[in-house]
């Protein structure tokens, strides 16, 4: 079943403005990754935060992560163009024993007209 | 550095045809060996996943299949396709070295049609 659950499943904006997108999960998470999908091809890895962290940064990305409302933000500043696809956070689940597995939302489709 | 080969890209089969799709990758050792299936305009769906040869575990029961003969090598397979597994297939890996997955990284997909 699925575990992250992205908001908004679409996203139009003006280049230049700011782009967020929240995911949601249901249990505990040893981290949590953004990817970027680009149309019919593989994913790319944006950024990971683990659980111990509450706000990353990687260039123009800012990743929040708030463990007490099983929830996560990315924001996108000052966006291009180029910065349209799709933006999946996927989490890796906090049970011992055993090694987690990446489990992906069903993604935000950004939109950014030039 | 590390890559990660999918092929083929594309691919059009028959109802009730056999399917082997081969992932391969270079420049790392034991890596964490994953497939996954995506729909159209929706998430990925994790079919299998490998944390050494011969090792698969299976999220979701279905008409595939999958093995992994060597280190870096994956293989997703089917005997008879049906119409429903038509969909875009990744193929992905990532770092044994810390026990829980961090960066995972994804082959360009295949995308299957059956018909």
């Known amino acids: 079943s699925q575990q992250g659950e992205e908001d908004p499943q679409a996203l139009s904006i003006q280049e230049g403005e700011n782009a967020t997108m929240n995911c949601s999960y249901k249990?505990?998470?040893?981290?949590l990754q953004w990817y970027r999908q680009n149309s019919g091809r593989g994913l790319v890895h944006l950024i990971l935060?683990?659980?111990?962290?509450r706000e990353k940064h990687s260039g123009r990305l800012r990743v929040t992560l708030d463990t007490s409302k099983k929830s996560s933000s990315l924001l996108i500043t000052a966006s291009r163009a180029a910065d349209t696809a799709s933006y999946f956070c996927?989490?890796?689940?906090?049970?011992?024993?055993?090694?987690?597995?990446?489990?992906f939302g069903k993604g935000t489709k950004l939109s950014v007209k030039p | 550095s590390q890559t990660i080969h999918q092929w083929p890209a594309t691919l059009v089969q028959p109802v009730g045809s056999p399917l082997s799709l081969e992932c391969t990758v270079e420049?790392?050792?034991?890596?964490?060996l994953y497939w996954y299936r995506q729909a159209a305009g929706r998430g990925l769906q994790l079919l299998f996943y490998?944390?050494?040869?011969?090792?698969i575990s299976s999220e979701v029961p279905q008409n595939l299949s999958a093995s992994r003969p060597q280190d870096r090598q994956f293989i997703l397979s089917s005997k008879k396709l049906l119409l429903s597994d038509s969909g875009f297939y990744l193929c992905?890996?990532?770092?044994?070295?810390?026990?829980?997955?961090?960066?995972?990284?994804f082959g360009q997909g295949t995308r299957l049609t059956v018909v």
């Open positions: 420049g790392t050792s034991n890596p964490n």
């Open positions: 996927a989490t890796v689940l906090n049970y011992g024993g055993s090694q987690g597995n990446l489990i």
């Open positions: 992905a890996w990532s770092g044994a070295s810390s026990f829980w997955v961090t960066e995972a990284f």
């Open positions: 249990t505990s998470i040893n981290n």
């Open positions: 935060i683990r659980s111990n962290e």
């Open positions: 490998s944390v050494g040869i011969g090792q």
